[in-house]
């Protein structure tokens, strides 16, 4: 009940002030095989001039992890409640997470950046693993991440 509470606060947050339509995004992560953990997972968005704006989603649920995700915990200062929704799992190595979400109509093509940092215990953690402009024209275009994400789209 938690994280559905959770999930609606964060997508009213980024409807709301724009007032304008929402849709049903997809985000579908695979990771590599890179042999280690579950990877936590932190799904933010910043504006044009790279201030955080807020957080969508985060994989893991052990908070003794949050700061290794360090450009997500920088900007927010580690406050969950900013995370709209937190799963109960980290992603297993080789595994997909997908996650539907509604967005803003007015968050596409407006400068806006989609983030998503990663971290694996024992492991080199992944500031801005993937960095992505939230476009219509990138819909279901796979981007590559730095270590650990073999494949990111939204749709």
Same mark, same amino acid.
């Given at each position: 009940?938690?994280? =559905? $509470? /959770?999930?609606?606060?964060?997508?009213?947050? #980024?409807? $709301?002030?724009?007032?304008? $339509?929402?849709?049903?995004?997809?985000?579908?992560?695979?990771?590599?095989?890179? @042999?280690?953990?579950?990877?936590? #997972?932190? =799904?933010?968005?910043?504006?044009?001039?790279?201030?955080? !704006?807020?957080? $969508?989603?985060?994989?893991?649920g052990?908070?003794?992890?949050?700061? *290794?995700?360090?450009?997500?915990?920088?900007?927010?200062?580690? &406050?969950?409640?900013?995370? %709209?929704?937190?799963?109960? /799992?980290?992603?297993?190595?080789?595994?997909?997470?997908?996650?539907? #979400? &509604?967005?803003? &109509?007015?968050l =596409?093509?407006?400068? +806006?950046?989609? *983030?998503?940092? /990663?971290?694996?215990?024992?492991?080199?953690?992944?500031? %801005?693993?993937?960095? !992505?402009p939230?476009?219509?024209? @990138?819909?279901?275009?796979?981007?590559?991440g730095r270590? +650990?994400?073999?494949?990111?789209?939204y749709?």
């Open positions: 009940m938690k994280s =559905f $509470l /959770a999930t609606l606060a964060l997508t009213t947050a #980024l409807t $709301l002030p724009s007032l304008a $339509l929402a849709q049903p995004v997809t985000f579908t992560t695979t990771l590599n095989n890179y @042999g280690g953990d579950g990877a936590y #997972l932190a =799904f933010y968005v910043t504006d044009a001039s790279g201030a955080y !704006v807020g957080s $969508l989603w985060m994989a893991g052990k908070s003794k992890y949050y700061e *290794h995700l360090s450009d997500w915990y920088r900007a927010t200062g580690g &406050d969950t409640g900013q995370v %709209n929704g937190i799963t109960g /799992a980290s992603v297993g190595a080789g595994r997909t997470l997908e996650i539907t #979400l &509604d967005l803003a &109509d007015a =596409f093509d407006a400068g +806006y950046t989609l *983030h998503v940092d /990663a971290a694996v215990e024992d492991m080199r953690d992944s500031p %801005n693993e993937v960095a !992505v939230l476009t219509i024209e @990138g819909a279901g275009k796979p981007v590559v270590r +650990y994400i073999a494949s990111f789209t749709k």
